[in-house]
Structure formats: structure tokens, C-alpha cells
Nanobody, 121 residues
Framework: VQLQASGGGLVQAGGFLRLSCAAS????????MGWYRQAPGNQRELVAT???????SYTDTVKGRFTISRDNGKNTVYLQMNSLIPEDTAAYFC????????????????WGQGTLVTVSS
């Protein structure tokens, strides 16, 4: 299973970006999908998650500014980021919990490569 993230870039404070992450490979079913971020010198932190049924959760610092969504038909998760602030600067990583075959009931987490978001003041 591969996750390909895109959409990062440089933006001024108050601006917006939309991240995308497409999962490909041997996929039977995807449970939760999510976005994490890691700023220099900091630990990776959870930003937002979305269940297969569309239930969402957000870390407090992005509530009201970020929106996570997914297209199950395309195995893709999105993160719409509005009203960006310099503190949002980080490498953003997507994550998916995947069952790869009907023959095995186990789900495993997979990670995409980071996409860098830089917000200038």
C-alpha cells in the first residue's frame, strides 16, 4: 500500500491550502484516514481524522479552520486548511488504516511521505 500526499507549499498568514493523499496498491478496505504534522524540533502530532463513515475529529488548535474529508471511491483523503497561521508550519503526513485482503481480518497503518507547509507572517 502506498500513500501519495500532495498540496503543500508556501502561503502567507491568513491564506489557505488543500492537501490531498491518495492510497493505492492492494486495498480491500480502509478504516480511518488522517493527517498528522511535525514541526522542526517537535513530535509528530495528530491534526485530524475521518472514519470510513465520515465521522471526524480535530485537534483543538485547528478546529474551525481545517476540514478533513475523504472520497472512498478514490481512496483519497483531503485536508482543507483555511486561515493559516505561522504555527501551522510543519511537514504534514497522511495516514490510513488498511485491510489489504478479504482473506485476513487484520488492519495495519500506512504512512505517506510528508508534504511541507510553510506559513509566512
Amino acid at each position: 500500500v502506498q500513500l501519495q500526499a500532495s498540496g503543500g507549499g508556501l502561503v502567507q498568514a491568513g491564506g489557505f491550502l488543500r492537501l490531498s493523499c491518495a492510497a493505492s496498491g492492494t486495498i480491500f478496505r480502509i478504516l480511518d484516514m488522517g493527517w498528522y504534522r511535525q514541526a522542526p524540533g517537535n513530535q509528530r502530532e495528530l491534526v485530524a481524522t475521518i472514519s470510513s463513515g465520515g465521522g471526524t475529529s480535530y485537534t483543538d488548535t485547528v478546529k474551525g479552520r481545517f476540514t478533513i474529508s475523504r472520497d472512498n471511491g478514490k481512496n483519497t483523503v483531503y485536508l482543507q486548511m483555511n486561515s493559516l497561521i505561522p504555527e501551522d508550519t510543519a511537514a504534514y503526513f497522511c495516514n490510513a488504516v488498511v485491510r489489504t485482503t478479504i482473506l485476513s481480518p487484520s488492519y495495519n497503518p500506512y504512512w505517506g511521505q510528508g508534504t511541507l507547509v510553510t506559513v509566512s507572517s
